[in-house]
């Protein structure tokens, strides 16, 4: 059940980073244009074929998947219970959880920490290597609650936002 308090969350997200698109584009950088490669052929169990994807750790395409792995080499930085409000041509938001493993004092020994997150898609690209495919290239997570934890004794505080790149291979 959403709240309504997260509904305006996820509002004041989309228009912000709405915000950032509509700057983007007015400067030249293209990030809400669509591609002009026309109508992809329909691929069961995807979304409509001019949607972007995301490109999965595997390698896989995905549309509004319910869990997204960032770090593909360890897998100790991901999002989950990712629902999406909305996937269109130029951007897509969801809520969910920001979960990743602090490597204090080592990777093996560190605890994993969550957050509640809006994470925002954006920057849709050709995906190299598969004409007429265009994928998410930037990944803006928005902490929504607490952004303070605790590892080797010290209190750390992650800023309100962090955009990461997405690579065509996967990941961020």
Not at 26 to 31: E, I, K, P, V
Not at 71 to 90: E, I, V
Request: proline share 6%; hydrophobic share 40%; glycine share 12%.
């Amino acid at each position: 059940m959403t709240t309504h308090s997260a509904a305006a969350r996820i509002r004041a997200a989309v228009l912000a980073l709405s915000a950032v698109a509509a700057v983007a584009a007015a400067a030249g950088l293209g990030l809400g244009s669509a591609a002009a490669t026309g109508p992809l052929p329909h691929r069961p169990g995807t979304a409509a074929s001019s949607l972007p994807v995301v490109v999965s750790c595997t390698g896989h395409t995905q549309t509004r998947p319910s869990r997204y792995v960032l770090a593909c080499g360890d897998g100790n930085a991901y999002l989950t219970g990712l629902h999406w409000s909305a996937w269109g041509t130029s951007s897509a938001f969801a809520a969910g959880t920001d979960t990743f493993r602090v490597c204090i004092p080592s990777c093996t020994a560190g605890r994993l920490h969550n957050f509640a997150a809006l994470a925002a898609l954006w920057r849709a690209e050709p995906l190299p290597g598969h004409p007429g495919t265009r994928y998410f290239t930037r990944l803006t997570v928005i902490y929504t609650g607490s952004r303070s934890y605790r590892a080797g004794g010290k209190t750390y505080h992650l800023p309100q936002t962090a955009t990461y790149p997405l690579s065509a291979s996967g990941g961020a």
